[in-house]
Nanobody, 128 residues
């Protein structure tokens, strides 16, 4: 079965850095689209970054652009999220989603529109 598992969450001080991982089992990320999401208590889910693996194009929301970086390994089994300059408002449950069909070209909406598999999330807490 196709599954995703996130890891790397934890407690970090304001201004600190953290790297999250999203690992696939039962399939690979070849030519797929993978997005990162976060949700804090009482707030709506926010999709803040996505990568189209067919050409390596990445997308970022204004809330994280310049601070977060999405990438993948050469085997196309893991997608990473490098986070820096973390602030208390970044505190949330972070999780990833992936398509099961190839995604070629397009833009932000094409990257997010067909996500089918989701992980259970990893908690990131930014506090002093």
């Amino acid at each position: 079965e196709a599954q995703l598992v996130e890891s790397g969450g934890g407690l970090v001080q304001p201004g600190g850095s953290l790297t999250l991982s999203c690992t696939a089992s039962g399939f690979t990320f070849d030519d797929k689209a993978i997005g990162w999401f976060r949700q804090a208590p009482g707030k709506e889910r926010e999709g803040f970054s996505c990568i189209t693996e067919s050409d390596g194009t990445t997308y970022y929301a204004p809330s994280v652009k310049g601070r977060f970086t999405i990438s993948s390994d050469n085997a196309k089994t893991t997608v990473y999220l490098q986070m820096s300059s973390l602030q208390p408002e970044d505190t949330a449950l972070y999780y990833c989603g992936s398509t099961l069909e190839p995604v070629y070209g397009g833009g932000w909406y094409d990257c997010y529109r067909s996500l089918e598999v989701w992980g259970q999330g990893t908690l990131v807490t930014v506090s002093s």
